[in-house]
């Protein structure tokens, strides 16, 4: 699952470890992105410390065996820490999925939490190109998911991915307990208060008033979303 930051992405980790046959993985290249770039993030030093910070030992292991002998592996990358030697391009055999949000919703949460300086941060362009790529390579569209039309209709677009992926539709992919998970990244006290206090998806969020500077940022994402999101289960 290819997201940028502020979309859901735990929220469907937590779906998705609800399942029985399946493992999880959060953002395993949050710390050799950090690493690489020098950017600042609440509890990056704990973040490079505790994570293994190198791009081709990351790829290998998210090449390797499924944990724990599971059928069905989700991985959560954001597109905007592929800023190493490694790209989607490394995992030929993996079933790619591109997780969207509306710019104007995903700009207004991601600002709660970290200062959003320019558009690059959200990660849209490269999940164009992403999703280029693995359409050329399917020879038709990669599956996309809107992060609001997925909350206004949790159960319907969720059989509409599995069916999309392959794999079988399991109602326990609506309820979580509440609290951390074990597969959270060290990051989790930060940025994950509210999936913490979930127990399954929330309703569709509400616009909320920008900045003139984050409207311009939301205004940039416009296009690259536009280009996605006619693509949705």
């Not at 055999?93 to 600002?111: G, K, Q």
């Not at 558009?119 to 990669?142: C, K, M, N």
Request: charged content about 20%; glycine content about 6%; proline content about 8%.
């Amino acid at each position: 699952m290819w997201s940028g930051p502020r979309n859901i992405s735990t929220a469907m980790m937590r779906s998705f470890s609800s399942r029985a046959d399946t493992a999880v993985t959060d953002e395993p290249f949050y710390g050799a992105y950090l690493k690489a770039t020098g950017e600042r993030h609440a509890m990056t030093d704990e973040i490079i410390a505790g994570m293994d910070c190198d791009w081709q030992s990351v790829a290998a292991t998210m090449r390797g065996p499924v944990p724990d002998g599971k059928a069905v592996w989700y991985q959560k990358h954001m597109s905007h820490h592929m800023e190493g030697p490694v790209g989607i391009d490394d995992f030929p055999e993996h079933v790619h999925v591109f997780l969207i949000r509306d710019p104007d919703l995903m700009v207004a949460s991601y600002a709660q939490k970290n200062e959003l300086k320019d558009a690059a941060q959200l990660g849209f362009a490269r999940l164009v190109e992403y999703h280029d790529r693995i359409s050329q390579r399917l020879g038709r569209p990669a599956p996309v998911v809107d992060s609001n039309r997925l909350l206004a209709n949790p159960e319907t677009k969720l059989k509409a991915l599995c069916a999309a992926i392959g794999i079988d539709w399991d109602p326990a992919m609506l309820r979580w307990p509440k609290g951390p998970h074990p597969a959270d990244g060290i990051w989790a006290p930060h940025w994950y208060n509210a999936v913490w206090n979930s127990e399954g998806f929330g309703p569709p969020t509400a616009p909320s008033a920008l900045t003139p500077d984050q409207q311009r940022i939301a205004d940039e994402c416009r296009g690259n979303y536009e280009a996605l999101v006619q693509y949705c289960v």
